[in-house]
């Protein structure tokens, strides 16, 4: 499979772009632990084109991540048009990808990600303009429609193509599911399986193991799968390896590491004194909702407290202990249990 000059071998699985979650360190991670492609978070084009600093943070990338897609949103042509140049001279991404199925309100009720698909004429406007504006290979990512009663994709796949993306992303669900029911992989496979349809079809939706995914290439004929929500504090998730239990804690505090390590660095290339002080909580910040949906604390007795003081922890020497024993409690449970 090829997106643009980008060469994968068969049945690749990416990591799917996701705000709050897909940070550096996790992209790090999950790059190390198998995935093919891994993706920044949202990008908001206005934020971007007006930069603020949070919005350029995210077009950090590293040479361990690549390829790394940068992918961005926005309902103002224009805004995405000038976004995606400073996404291409900024970060020099792998890709750049198009959020039309962000089905949050504060962004598709204003028009962007998923809002698009009622707007279709716009959608295929900033696409065909975006492609024309840069060099980098351009992908988009979208739903099945608006709602039930509204479903395009097969169309709309045809559209996209025809606006010059090189590969396309579809979540099996519309925009009015959100992420409730089941993922529709049937109308995946009916794209994928269009003849007309060339570029790749990446498919996405409820995956939550190698096996599912291995399924799906099997059933749908996709040529990638994007695994998103299942990631959470799971980045092993991608490894076909067995791991030991130190090794998952290891991962996580490996994690840990990467996003304090680079917000120290950050700081002190910009002689930044307060945010030298404050990288070390910003970093267990970065980290924390991988710590709280990390199915490996499931099955200690009592955890409750323990997840409490975890999650309210601003310093490795609050957080770090809370660890250890978690490790030492979980491991205590399992040798119980054989």
């Given at each position: 499979m090829k997106i643009g000059n980008l060469q994968f071998e068969d049945h690749p699985l990416f990591l799917a772009p996701m705000e709050d979650v897909t940070d550096i360190g996790f992209r790090r991670i999950c790059k190390q632990q198998g995935a093919a492609m891994v993706y920044s978070e949202f990008v908001a084009a206005e934020a971007l084109v007006r930069s603020v600093k949070s919005t350029l943070d995210k077009l950090t990338v590293c040479d361990e991540e690549r390829p790394v897609g940068i992918q961005i949103y926005g309902r103002d042509a224009d805004a995405v048009v000038e976004a995606a140049r400073i996404v291409e001279s900024e970060a020099h991404p792998d890709v750049i990808d198009l959020n039309f199925g962000c089905p949050v309100k504060k962004v598709a009720g204003k028009g962007a990600g998923a809002g698009m698909l009622r707007n279709i004429p716009l959608m295929l406007d900033i696409t065909r303009r975006v492609v024309a504006a840069v060099n980098t290979p351009v992908t988009a990512k979208t739903r099945l429609g608006w709602d039930l009663d509204n479903i395009v994709i097969t169309t709309l796949a045809e559209q996209l193509q025809d606006c010059g993306?090189?590969?396309?992303?579809?979540?099996?669900?519309?925009?009015?599911q959100m992420y409730t029911g089941t993922a529709d992989w049937t109308l995946i496979g009916e794209v994928k399986n269009n003849p007309r349809i060339t570029i790749p079809i990446i498919g996405n939706g409820d995956i939550t193991s190698l096996d599912e995914a291995d399924e799906a290439f099997r059933r749908y004929g996709v040529?990638?799968?994007?695994?998103?929500?299942?990631?959470?504090?799971?980045?092993?998730?991608?490894?076909?390896?067995?791991?030991?239990?130190?090794?998952?804690f290891a991962l996580l505090r490996q994690q840990l590491d990467i996003n304090i390590s680079r917000l120290r660095e950050d700081a002190e290339r910009r002689g930044s004194e307060r945010d030298m002080a404050?990288?070390?909580?910003?970093?267990?910040?970065?980290?924390?909702?991988?710590?709280?949906?990390?199915?490996?604390?499931?099955?200690?007795?009592?955890?409750?407290?323990?997840?409490?003081?975890?999650?309210?922890?601003?310093?490795?020497?609050?957080?770090?202990?809370?660890?250890?024993?978690?490790?030492?409690r979980i491991m205590a449970t399992d040798e119980t249990s054989e």
């Amino acid at each position: 499979m090829k997106i643009g000059n980008l060469q994968f071998e068969d049945h690749p699985l990416f990591l799917a772009p996701m705000e709050d979650v897909t940070d550096i360190g996790f992209r790090r991670i999950c790059k190390q632990q198998g995935a093919a492609m891994v993706y920044s978070e949202f990008v908001a084009a206005e934020a971007l084109v007006r930069s603020v600093k949070s919005t350029l943070d995210k077009l950090t990338v590293c040479d361990e991540e690549r390829p790394v897609g940068i992918q961005i949103y926005g309902r103002d042509a224009d805004a995405v048009v000038e976004a995606a140049r400073i996404v291409e001279s900024e970060a020099h991404p792998d890709v750049i990808d198009l959020n039309f199925g962000c089905p949050v309100k504060k962004v598709a009720g204003k028009g962007a990600g998923a809002g698009m698909l009622r707007n279709i004429p716009l959608m295929l406007d900033i696409t065909r303009r975006v492609v024309a504006a840069v060099n980098t290979p351009v992908t988009a990512k979208t739903r099945l429609g608006w709602d039930l009663d509204n479903i395009v994709i097969t169309t709309l796949a045809e559209q996209l193509q025809d606006c010059g993306i090189q590969a396309l992303t579809i979540h099996g669900r519309t925009r009015s599911q959100m992420y409730t029911g089941t993922a529709d992989w049937t109308l995946i496979g009916e794209v994928k399986n269009n003849p007309r349809i060339t570029i790749p079809i990446i498919g996405n939706g409820d995956i939550t193991s190698l096996d599912e995914a291995d399924e799906a290439f099997r059933r749908y004929g996709v040529d990638a799968v994007m695994i998103g929500r299942a990631t959470f504090g799971c980045p092993w998730l991608f490894n076909r390896q067995h791991l030991t239990l130190e090794q998952k804690f290891a991962l996580l505090r490996q994690q840990l590491d990467i996003n304090i390590s680079r917000l120290r660095e950050d700081a002190e290339r910009r002689g930044s004194e307060r945010d030298m002080a404050l990288a070390e909580t910003r970093g267990i910040l970065h980290t924390r909702r991988h710590l709280a949906a990390t199915p490996i604390f499931k099955g200690i007795p009592d955890f409750r407290q323990t997840r409490i003081a975890m999650l309210r922890a601003n310093t490795l020497d609050e957080l770090l202990p809370i660890l250890d024993e978690a490790q030492q409690r979980i491991m205590a449970t399992d040798e119980t249990s054989e």
